[in-house]
């Protein structure tokens, strides 16, 4: 079945770094885009970056632009997610998501999600 | 950006009630709409892709609905499980999501 497992959370202070780690299974990883989405306590959710399946189309939103940098390894079946220059507003349970459909095809949705891992940036 | 307007933010409804949200983009989004549901501590479930295609697995009771700007997600007679979040997605463009619908009992 298909599993994505977040790892790599934890608290940090103001200016500090993290690298998010997504463990995938029980689907071809290589012929998926993958998203980062991330929910601050109590809010919505924000999609942060996607990649595409062979890592050449790349995209992130302007609140991360410049500080987090997304990869892949499709032969270890890894999704990444490299923050620098943290601040507070970037505290958030932090999601990696599959898309529905294989690169392909359009993206109509994400249809399965890791249990989040949870970044704190406090001093 | 592409923005997404829920209605209602919190909707209070009793079990067996017909639920109806509203998700209304800034520009038109042809179909490339999703719906989301949320349970306290979880991660988001795919429940409609493609503004009305029930993800597998997920209860008839629930519907999708609308095309270009306005879409709705329907629950035909809410179950105690169905109490929870519901958040809608456009991937015409960069994928936004709208704020959130809380359905708690009433």
């Known amino acids: 079945q298909v599993q994505l497992v977040e790892s790599g959370g934890g608290l940090v202070n103001p200016g500090g770094s993290l690298r998010l780690s997504c463990a995938t299974s029980g689907f071809t990883f290589s012929d998926y885009y993958m998203n980062w989405i991330r929910q601050a306590p109590g809010k919505g959710l924000e999609l942060i970056s996607y990649?595409?399946?062979?890592?050449?189309?790349?995209f992130y939103a302007d609140s991360v632009k410049g500080r987090f940098t997304i990869s892949r390894d499709n032969a270890k079946n890894l999704l990444y997610l490299q923050m620098n220059s943290l601040r507070a507003e970037d505290t958030a349970v932090y999601y990696c998501?599959?898309?529905?459909?294989?690169?392909?095809?359009?993206?109509?949705?994400?249809?399965?999600w890791g249990q989040g891992t949870l970044v704190t940036v406090s001093a | 950006d592409i923005q997404l307007t829920q209605s209602p933010s919190f909707l209070s409804a009793s079990v067996g009630d017909r639920v109806t949200i509203t998700c209304r983009a800034s520009q038109g989004i042809s179909s490339y709409l999703a719906w989301y549901q949320q349970k306290p501590g979880k991660a988001p479930k795919l429940l409609i892709y493609a503004a009305s295609t029930l993800q597998s697995g997920v209860p008839s009771r629930f519907s999708g609905s609308g095309s270009g700007t306005e879409f709705t997600l329907t629950i035909s007679s809410l179950q105690p499980e169905d109490f929870a979040s519901y958040f809608c997605?456009?991937?015409?463009?960069?994928?936004?999501f709208g704020q959130g619908t809380k359905v708690e009992i009433k």
């Open positions: 997605q456009q991937l015409s463009a960069y994928p936004t």
């Open positions: 998501a599959k898309d529905r459909h294989p690169y392909y095809y359009d993206s109509v949705g994400f249809d399965y």
């Open positions: 990649i595409n399946s062979s890592a050449t189309t790349i």
